[in-house]
């Protein structure tokens, strides 16, 4: 079965997460091609060690997921393209018995144009931010929206879409799968953990650079999809933009007690956001990070809706915003 399906890795200064990313494929029997982005910190050396077929990216061009993708599957077409591709993450392991279970849903289920599974953190309670990723991660297992970027699909299908959108900097994963979806095929999470990750995040700031780069794709594919992501971006236009602004404009009439009446407001948004998270079987601690950090991601998700509008203002490009 794995002979049918190429696997196409991305990665940028991944280091030791690269190495096992490529160690779990070795015994696969799948084409795997790694697609650098211009690392600095010897993930190619890794890769080379590893055997792997790599192709760079050419530094002229700003770097982006949906572009590293889709020179990781033009490679594949030199050997000539197999029935499904693989996408995954430099950072995630692949589980064993993934890429049979993945095709062989995609032989049997018709109508499936994408499919998925879980990712796990390999480190869940080492920090708080990691525990929110994985917290993240757990979704439905079903027909979905839209799914990350470790997802199989048939060639044939990516060929017919067009592949990944190489301008949109995050969420392109989501966009593609709204493509897919427009054709009236469905995205379809298996109920089963497909990918490792290890996000290895310690610090606040590298948090809130993540959180600013999904408030970005928030704008630019909502852009894209007036319907997709209508939640979210109302969210932080209520509590990271107009709550702010309100609070300020206040205190000129009303000194700090609008500012307090603010933080009273997200106060209450705070605890109802650990009681529905204590609801779902997280410890009182846990919960109570966990809600904060949803509370905090509305400004730098605000500052990544912003940032995105003030690109296509300035018609600046797009440029990817790294985390770590």
Wanted: hydrophobic share 45%.
């Amino acid at each position: 079965m794995t002979a049918r399906i190429g696997v196409v890795v991305i990665g940028r200064n991944e280091g030791a997460r690269l190495g096992a990313c490529l160690a779990s494929l070795e015994n696969s029997g799948a084409q795997v091609v790694y697609v650098d982005s211009g690392s600095t910190d010897g993930s190619l050396d890794i890769a080379r060690a590893a055997g792997a077929r790599i192709i760079e990216l050419d530094a002229g061009a700003p770097f982006t997921a949906a572009r590293a993708r889709n020179a990781g599957f033009e490679a594949l077409r030199e050997a000539g393209l197999p029935e499904f591709v693989q996408f995954v993450d430099g950072d995630c392991t692949l589980e064993p018995g993934w890429l049979e279970a993945g095709a062989s849903a995609l032989a049997a289920g018709a109508g499936i144009g994408i499919v998925t599974g879980w990712r796990s953190e390999i480190a869940p309670n080492a920090t708080l931010y990691n525990a929110m990723a994985e917290w993240e991660w757990h979704r439905p297992a079903g027909d979905i929206p839209a799914c990350g970027g470790d997802m199989m699909l048939r060639t044939e299908l990516f060929e017919r879409i067009g592949g990944f959108d190489g301008a949109i900097i995050c969420s392109e994963d989501e966009d593609l799968c709204l493509r897919v979806r427009g054709l009236g095929l469905r995205v379809h999470r298996l109920p089963q953990v497909m990918t490792r990750h290890d996000i290895a995040m310690t610090r606040l700031g590298q948090w809130w650079r993540r959180a600013v780069r999904a408030g970005h794709g928030f704008a630019e594919v909502g852009d894209r999809h007036p319907g997709h992501f209508t939640a979210e971006r109302r969210r932080v236009r209520l509590w990271g933009m107009a709550l702010p602004a309100v609070a300020l404009a206040g205190m000129i009439a009303w000194g700090t007690a609008a500012l307090l009446f603010a933080t009273a407001l997200l106060a209450v948004s705070w605890g109802r956001s650990a009681l529905r998270l204590r609801r779902t079987g997280q410890p009182l601690r846990r919960a109570l990070g966990l809600a904060g950090l949803l509370v905090l991601s509305k400004f730098p998700n605000a500052q990544g809706m912003l940032t995105y509008r003030l690109r296509r203002l300035r018609k600046h490009e797009m440029r990817l915003i790294e985390y770590r």
